[in-house]
């Protein structure tokens, strides 16, 4: 008890608790227990230097590239509840939610320093890199091309984000955002999908039929959980001291 109350009292001399109650409001449902949810979020800023024992530009700078982890922390939190408020305004579109979604996707990887990307570059490794070996599974059994000449081999995971890069593009750059593309009524009956796809990477892009068994809410946890897993490994790669999180799910 008293390691997370020295937890909690460090996350508050960073920021308040109107601040922490958001963050904590929205991260606690994807961890196990309070614990693990806490530890996540002390990591996040344990390594920040507080303003007061700044005392030149470069300390100044280096606590900038310190704030890194609580940008992305924020990021995720602001990008996904502005996805899920698209359902007041614009009911059933999840197209909507997607861009959110994408370009909380770029604000990550930005923040990590991967300008080397193109945007759907990074896409891909986002979701290829930081989702966990059970949710691909999970979303390749959920999603599935349609077809009379279905090749074995086919990688429906890679496929579906394909799919969402596709969703993404049309929504931004041509306004077709009335496409359905999850299955939120019945989750029983597949949902067919006709979409603009590669089939892999080094296919053209053409029209395919998909069916989903996928839901929107479904979709947004896994992709949280990657946002974490995205956050944690960024933050041990930079070599800072961090606390072991207990088990999350």
């Keep these: 008890m008293d390691e997370q109350l020295e937890q909690l009292t460090m996350v508050l001399r960073r920021i308040n608790s109107i601040h922490l109650s958001h963050l904590w409001s929205f991260y606690r449902p994807y961890f196990r227990g309070d614990i693990a949810c806490m530890t996540f979020i002390y990591n996040v800023f344990r390594n920040e230097n507080l303003k007061e024992n700044a005392h030149s530009m470069e300390d ?9 982890p609580r940008r992305m922390l924020n990021c995720v939190e602001r990008l996904v509840s502005a996805a899920k408020d698209m ?10 939610k997607i861009v959110y979604l994408v370009t909380c996707v770029e604000t990550l990887q930005k923040l990590k320093g991967r300008n080397d990307l193109d945007k759907k ?8 890199n930081y989702t966990s070996a059970c949710n691909k599974q999970y979303i390749r059994k959920h999603f599935s091309r349609i077809g009379d000449e279905i090749n074995g081999t086919e990688d429906t995971f890679w496929q579906f984000i394909s799919m969402l890069n596709e969703c993404r593009n049309c929504a931004t750059h041509e306004g077709e ?54 956050i944690m490994q960024y ?15």
Aim: hydrophobic share 35%.
């Design 87 to 96: 359902e007041q305004i614009r009911r059933g579109k999840d197209i909507f």
């Design 60 to 68: 100044l700078k280096a606590n900038d590239r310190l704030l890194i």
């Design 121 to 128: 570059e990074m896409l891909f490794d986002f979701f290829e």
């Design 177 to 230: 955002y009335w496409d359905l593309c999850f299955n939120n009524g019945d989750s029983q009956t597949p949902l067919l999908i006709v979409s603009v796809a590669q089939l892999h990477s080094n296919a053209k892009k053409e029209q395919y039929g998909f069916e989903t068994t996928l839901s929107y809410k479904t979709f947004e946890y896994i992709f949280v959980q990657n946002c974490i897993n995205f």
């Design 235 to 249: 933050i041990q790669s930079q070599g800072k001291p961090q606390m072991p999180i207990p088990k999350r799910t």
